[in-house]
């Protein structure tokens, strides 16, 4: 039905209208048609973002430690048992104190505990020495070993921070997980009479060499290891192993056991045995929750099998030592 308006206007004018109409019309289109594409253009984008954002965060879920430390060292060390494997386990927790792990001392395997610090020459003089003999012990299965690295002669590298790094190395194949024997191997390794002769001449390795040392001793040097590495991933736990065992003492020690503090004219003089055992140096060396020195209590592998011989004579058993030296040769070994 035509209304009045359009019965007075003529007919160029309402040709008029109707291309204005048309106008407005196509207009009208343009601007829902643009205003559309926006919407899908930006909604692209915010998908872009939102699949980058998750792809994102399960790499960082994926990248990042379970905790402030590496896994299987909630403790501060690594435990290697039985076939120079690493006892599995959580990582220390955040806030959490380190805590040293169960142990029966009333029966064997032996528990030994090293504190070493990757720089310091007596423990590579220690692992040079006697590196085959906690092989063959905790091997065979006659003991356990935790391995507890800090980094006091960090100051001693003019600012590379080697012992940092080099125990950052350890924790960040102990953090991948890896076949027995790897974790055992590349400490050896890193305190070997070749690799301490290159850490003595450039006050440490750089990261490519310590990469070479670990891919040596068997470890899968992938893509996430060179990275934790280059970021020293773990260097403020390596930090609070050092301040833990300096401050607040030393973990797993027996009721009533002294550390040494000094030797004073050939005189051992203990730690306060009302105070915490502090390190004082390293290596550290505690065998079943004492500390063991050669200038007090002998060769290492006869004190070792002195102890098993104790321990297999309380508990009934006439079963030889990890590297074949029967309780009884140890008591000769001991009288001579």
Not at 57 to 82: D, E, F, H, W
Not at 166 to 183: F, M, T, Y
Not at 210 to 238: M, T
């Amino acid at each position: 039905m035509v209304n009045d308006s359009d019965k007075r206007l003529t007919k160029n004018e309402r040709r008029e209208q109707a291309r204005e109409q048309a106008r407005l019309a196509r207009e009208a289109e343009k601007k829902r048609e643009k205003r559309n594409r926006l919407l899908l253009q930006g909604g692209i984008v915010v998908g872009v973002l939102a699949i980058l954002a998750i792809v994102g965060l399960v790499l960082m879920q994926t990248m990042k430690p379970a905790g402030p430390g590496p896994r299987s060292m909630a403790s501060g060390g690594v435990v290697i048992t039985k076939d120079l494997a690493v006892v599995q386990g959580p990582a220390l927790a955040d806030g959490e104190p380190r805590v040293a792990p169960a142990v029966d001392r009333t029966e064997t395997p032996l528990d030994i505990t090293i504190y070493v610090d990757y720089t310091c020459v007596h423990c590579a003089e220690f692992e040079q020495a006697y590196g085959s003999v906690l092989e063959n012990w905790v091997g065979s299965g006659d003991a356990t070993l935790q391995i507890y690295p800090v980094n006091i002669l960090d100051p001693s590298t003019g600012g590379a921070r080697y012992s940092t790094r080099a125990a950052n190395l350890v924790s960040c194949i102990v953090d991948q997980g890896s076949e027995p024997g790897v974790v055992f191997n590349l400490h050896n390794n890193l305190l070997g009479a070749a690799t301490y002769s290159e850490v003595q001449e450039n006050a440490g390795l750089s990261d490519e060499q310590l990469l070479g040392k670990a891919e040596a001793a068997g470890a899968d040097v992938n893509d996430e290891i060179k990275q934790c590495v280059k970021d020293v991933r773990f260097a403020s736990f390596v930090a609070g192993n050092t301040k833990a065992a300096t401050e607040d003492g030393i973990l797993g020690l027996a009721d009533g056991a002294q550390l040494v503090r000094d030797v004073v004219d050939g005189q051992i003089e203990y730690q306060d045995a009302d105070g915490p055992q502090r390190l004082r140096g390293t290596p550290l060396v505690v065998v079943n929750g004492q500390e063991w020195r050669s200038d007090r209590d002998g060769e290492f592998e006869m004190y070792l099998a002195k102890l098993k011989s104790e321990l297999d004579g309380k508990n009934g058993s006439g079963t030889s030592s990890g590297n074949g030296t029967s309780g009884d040769a140890a008591k000769e070994e001991e009288t001579q």
